[in-house]
């Protein structure tokens, strides 16, 4: 269960990076 939460953090951080990086 653990593994599956890290995986969820993982990708809303990485999709957050991605949008961040659209803006500039």
């Known amino acids: ?3 599956q ?3 969820v953090l993982k ?3 990485f999709e ?3 949008l961040y ?3 500039f």
């Open 1 to 3: 269960i653990l593994a």
């Open 16 to 18: 957050k990076v991605q």
């Open 21 to 23: 990086e659209m803006n």
């Open 5 to 7: 939460v890290f995986l």
């Open 11 to 13: 990708k809303k951080q």
